[in-house]
Protein backbone atom coordinates (compact mmCIF):
# COMPACT_ATOMS: atom_id res chain seq x y z
CA UNK A 1 0.00 0.00 0.00
CA UNK A 2 0.95 3.93 -0.80
CA UNK A 3 1.71 5.88 1.83
CA UNK A 4 3.26 9.15 2.51
CA UNK A 5 3.52 10.37 6.09
CA UNK A 6 4.44 13.87 6.76
CA UNK A 7 6.25 15.12 9.83
CA UNK A 8 7.82 17.94 11.25
CA UNK A 9 5.29 20.74 11.69
CA UNK A 10 4.68 22.85 14.70
CA UNK A 11 4.72 26.60 16.29
CA UNK A 12 7.55 28.56 15.06
CA UNK A 13 8.48 32.16 15.31
CA UNK A 14 8.24 34.74 12.43
CA UNK A 15 11.60 34.70 11.27
CA UNK A 16 12.26 31.04 12.36
CA UNK A 17 13.22 27.92 10.54
CA UNK A 18 11.58 24.37 10.25
CA UNK A 19 12.08 20.97 8.42
CA UNK A 20 9.31 19.05 7.32
CA UNK A 21 9.82 15.37 6.49
CA UNK A 22 7.72 13.12 4.33
CA UNK A 23 8.59 9.01 5.08
CA UNK A 24 7.33 7.21 1.70
CA UNK A 25 6.54 3.77 1.96
CA UNK A 26 4.49 1.09 -0.85
CA UNK A 27 6.19 2.19 -3.73
CA UNK A 28 10.07 2.45 -5.39
CA UNK A 29 10.49 5.98 -4.03
CA UNK A 30 13.47 6.89 -6.46
CA UNK A 31 11.18 6.73 -9.90
CA UNK A 32 8.36 8.98 -8.70
CA UNK A 33 8.86 12.80 -8.94
CA UNK A 34 7.61 14.49 -5.20
CA UNK A 35 5.94 17.64 -4.31
CA UNK A 36 5.16 19.56 -1.55
CA UNK A 37 1.44 21.40 -1.27
CA UNK A 38 -0.22 24.12 1.45
CA UNK A 39 -3.34 24.64 2.44
CA UNK A 40 -3.41 28.02 4.51
CA UNK A 41 -6.78 27.41 7.27
CA UNK A 42 -9.92 28.00 5.42
CA UNK A 43 -8.39 28.39 2.07
CA UNK A 44 -7.67 26.68 -1.41
CA UNK A 45 -4.74 24.34 -2.24
CA UNK A 46 -1.03 26.18 -2.86
CA UNK A 47 1.31 24.14 -4.72
CA UNK A 48 4.70 25.32 -3.24
CA UNK A 49 7.87 22.96 -4.54
CA UNK A 50 8.66 20.05 -6.61
CA UNK A 51 12.08 17.67 -6.84
CA UNK A 52 12.70 15.38 -9.86
CA UNK A 53 13.13 11.67 -8.98
CA UNK A 54 16.85 11.82 -9.04
CA UNK A 55 17.20 14.75 -6.90
CA UNK A 56 18.52 16.82 -9.80
CA UNK A 57 15.62 19.02 -10.90
CA UNK A 58 14.00 21.48 -8.48
CA UNK A 59 11.36 24.27 -8.69
CA UNK A 60 9.04 26.62 -6.48
CA UNK A 61 6.36 28.78 -5.90
CA UNK A 62 7.79 32.84 -5.87
CA UNK A 63 6.54 32.70 -2.77
CA UNK A 64 8.74 30.54 -1.09
CA UNK A 65 11.88 30.92 -3.18
CA UNK A 66 15.02 31.78 -1.57
CA UNK A 67 13.72 30.95 1.63
CA UNK A 68 12.44 27.54 1.32
CA UNK A 69 14.77 24.41 0.23
CA UNK A 70 13.44 21.16 -1.19
CA UNK A 71 15.60 18.13 -0.93
CA UNK A 72 15.05 14.23 -0.85
CA UNK A 73 16.92 11.09 0.25
CA UNK A 74 16.23 8.03 -2.16
CA UNK A 75 18.39 5.46 0.56
CA UNK A 76 15.94 6.50 3.26
CA UNK A 77 12.62 6.90 1.14
CA UNK A 78 12.50 10.38 2.26
CA UNK A 79 11.60 13.81 1.06
CA UNK A 80 12.66 16.79 2.89
CA UNK A 81 11.19 21.00 3.11
CA UNK A 82 13.66 23.08 5.11
CA UNK A 83 11.67 26.36 5.69
CA UNK A 84 13.47 29.19 6.59
CA UNK A 85 12.94 33.00 7.36
CA UNK A 86 8.92 31.77 8.04
CA UNK A 87 6.19 34.30 7.80
CA UNK A 88 2.59 34.69 9.12
CA UNK A 89 1.46 33.81 5.91
CA UNK A 90 3.52 30.43 5.24
CA UNK A 91 1.51 29.03 8.00
CA UNK A 92 -0.62 26.28 6.70
CA UNK A 93 -1.16 22.45 6.14
CA UNK A 94 1.76 21.06 4.25
CA UNK A 95 1.08 18.34 2.26
CA UNK A 96 3.82 15.62 0.66
CA UNK A 97 2.30 14.57 -2.83
CA UNK A 98 3.70 11.87 -5.07
CA UNK A 99 3.58 13.12 -8.62
CA UNK A 100 1.81 10.45 -11.27
CA UNK A 101 4.45 8.92 -13.29
CA UNK A 102 5.61 11.40 -16.16
CA UNK A 103 3.02 13.86 -15.21
CA UNK A 104 2.69 16.73 -12.19
CA UNK A 105 -0.46 16.19 -10.66
CA UNK A 106 -0.48 13.80 -7.50
CA UNK A 107 -1.85 10.30 -7.38
CA UNK A 108 -0.76 10.33 -3.48
CA UNK A 109 -1.05 12.19 -0.73
CA UNK A 110 -0.13 12.45 3.06
CA UNK A 111 -1.90 13.89 5.80
CA UNK A 112 -0.51 16.62 6.13
CA UNK A 113 1.60 18.48 8.97
CA UNK A 114 0.60 21.69 10.38
CA UNK A 115 3.08 25.00 10.40
CA UNK A 116 1.99 27.66 12.10
CA UNK A 117 3.95 30.80 12.30
CA UNK A 118 2.89 33.22 15.15
CA UNK A 119 4.61 35.40 18.25
CA UNK B 1 1.06 32.47 -14.24
CA UNK B 2 -1.67 30.19 -14.97
CA UNK B 3 -4.89 31.49 -12.88
CA UNK B 4 -7.69 28.76 -12.65
CA UNK B 5 -10.94 30.00 -12.29
CA UNK B 6 -13.40 27.57 -10.71
CA UNK B 7 -17.44 28.55 -10.77
CA UNK B 8 -19.89 28.21 -9.01
CA UNK B 9 -17.83 28.98 -5.75
CA UNK B 10 -20.53 27.07 -3.79
CA UNK B 11 -23.25 24.45 -5.76
CA UNK B 12 -26.42 23.43 -3.53
CA UNK B 13 -27.82 20.28 -4.48
CA UNK B 14 -29.74 17.36 -3.37
CA UNK B 15 -28.87 13.59 -3.59
CA UNK B 16 -29.44 12.34 -6.83
CA UNK B 17 -29.05 15.53 -8.66
CA UNK B 18 -26.18 16.49 -11.19
CA UNK B 19 -23.60 18.83 -10.27
CA UNK B 20 -21.92 20.64 -13.06
CA UNK B 21 -18.19 22.32 -11.90
CA UNK B 22 -16.37 24.65 -14.29
CA UNK B 23 -12.82 25.48 -14.16
CA UNK B 24 -11.26 28.28 -16.59
CA UNK B 25 -8.28 28.75 -17.33
CA UNK B 26 -6.28 32.22 -18.23
CA UNK B 27 -4.97 31.20 -21.46
CA UNK B 28 -4.30 27.00 -23.05
CA UNK B 29 -3.59 23.64 -20.70
CA UNK B 30 -3.85 21.74 -23.76
CA UNK B 31 -5.39 18.79 -21.90
CA UNK B 32 -3.22 18.91 -19.03
CA UNK B 33 -5.40 19.24 -16.00
CA UNK B 34 -6.60 17.77 -13.04
CA UNK B 35 -9.72 17.32 -10.78
CA UNK B 36 -9.38 16.48 -7.02
CA UNK B 37 -12.23 16.04 -4.29
CA UNK B 38 -11.60 16.87 -0.73
CA UNK B 39 -13.05 16.21 2.31
CA UNK B 40 -12.91 17.86 5.92
CA UNK B 41 -9.80 17.53 7.91
CA UNK B 42 -8.42 14.66 4.88
CA UNK B 43 -6.18 15.42 2.10
CA UNK B 44 -7.04 16.26 -1.46
CA UNK B 45 -8.05 12.79 -3.69
CA UNK B 46 -7.27 12.72 -7.20
CA UNK B 47 -10.37 11.89 -9.32
CA UNK B 48 -9.93 13.12 -12.85
CA UNK B 49 -6.59 13.47 -14.89
CA UNK B 50 -5.36 14.85 -18.21
CA UNK B 51 -8.79 16.29 -18.51
CA UNK B 52 -10.94 13.15 -18.70
CA UNK B 53 -9.12 10.33 -17.46
CA UNK B 54 -10.50 8.72 -14.07
CA UNK B 55 -7.99 7.79 -11.64
CA UNK B 56 -7.39 4.41 -10.02
CA UNK B 57 -10.55 3.83 -7.84
CA UNK B 58 -12.85 6.54 -8.69
CA UNK B 59 -16.63 6.05 -9.67
CA UNK B 60 -17.90 6.22 -13.14
CA UNK B 61 -20.48 8.86 -12.11
CA UNK B 62 -17.51 10.94 -11.82
CA UNK B 63 -16.45 12.09 -15.10
CA UNK B 64 -14.29 15.03 -17.08
CA UNK B 65 -14.02 16.86 -19.91
CA UNK B 66 -12.47 20.12 -22.00
CA UNK B 67 -9.66 20.80 -23.34
CA UNK B 68 -7.55 24.49 -24.15
CA UNK B 69 -9.05 26.84 -21.00
CA UNK B 70 -12.22 25.13 -20.31
CA UNK B 71 -12.80 22.16 -18.50
CA UNK B 72 -15.82 20.55 -16.83
CA UNK B 73 -15.94 18.07 -14.04
CA UNK B 74 -19.77 16.64 -14.08
CA UNK B 75 -20.89 14.35 -10.99
CA UNK B 76 -23.94 12.37 -12.06
CA UNK B 77 -26.84 11.34 -9.30
CA UNK B 78 -24.83 12.60 -6.45
CA UNK B 79 -23.84 10.59 -3.41
CA UNK B 80 -24.00 11.80 -0.07
CA UNK B 81 -20.03 10.77 -0.01
CA UNK B 82 -19.96 13.35 -2.92
CA UNK B 83 -20.68 16.71 -0.95
CA UNK B 84 -16.58 18.12 -0.76
CA UNK B 85 -14.72 20.77 -1.97
CA UNK B 86 -13.34 20.40 -5.50
CA UNK B 87 -10.08 21.72 -6.87
CA UNK B 88 -8.83 21.98 -10.55
CA UNK B 89 -5.36 21.58 -10.83
CA UNK B 90 -3.05 22.62 -14.22
CA UNK B 91 0.44 21.00 -15.08
CA UNK B 92 0.88 22.45 -18.38
CA UNK B 93 3.98 25.08 -17.10
CA UNK B 94 5.24 26.29 -13.80
CA UNK B 95 4.43 26.90 -11.46
CA UNK B 96 1.78 24.83 -11.18
CA UNK B 97 -1.53 26.53 -9.85
CA UNK B 98 -4.86 25.03 -8.46
CA UNK B 99 -8.09 26.40 -8.86
CA UNK B 100 -9.96 28.41 -6.02
CA UNK B 101 -12.02 25.66 -5.72
CA UNK B 102 -16.16 24.69 -5.97
CA UNK B 103 -17.84 23.74 -2.74
CA UNK B 104 -20.77 20.93 -3.45
CA UNK B 105 -22.94 21.05 -0.53
CA UNK B 106 -26.19 19.44 0.65
CA UNK B 107 -28.93 21.36 -0.68
Known amino acids: EVQVLESGGGLVQPGGSLRLSCAAS????????MSWVRQAPGKGLEWVSA????????TYADSVKGRFTISRDNSKNSLYLQMNSLRADDTAMYYC????????????WGQGTLVTVSS | DIVLTQSPAILSLSPGETATLSCRAS??????SAWYQQKPGQPPRLLIY???NRASGVPARFSGSGSGTDFTLTITSLEPEDFAVYYC?????????FGGGTKVEIK
Open chain 1, 97 to 108: ARARVTAWDFDY
Open chain 1, 26 to 33: GFTFNTYD
Open chain 1, 51 to 58: IGNSNTAT
Open chain 2, 27 to 32: QSVSSS
Open chain 2, 50 to 52: DAS
Open chain 2, 89 to 97: QQRSSWPLT
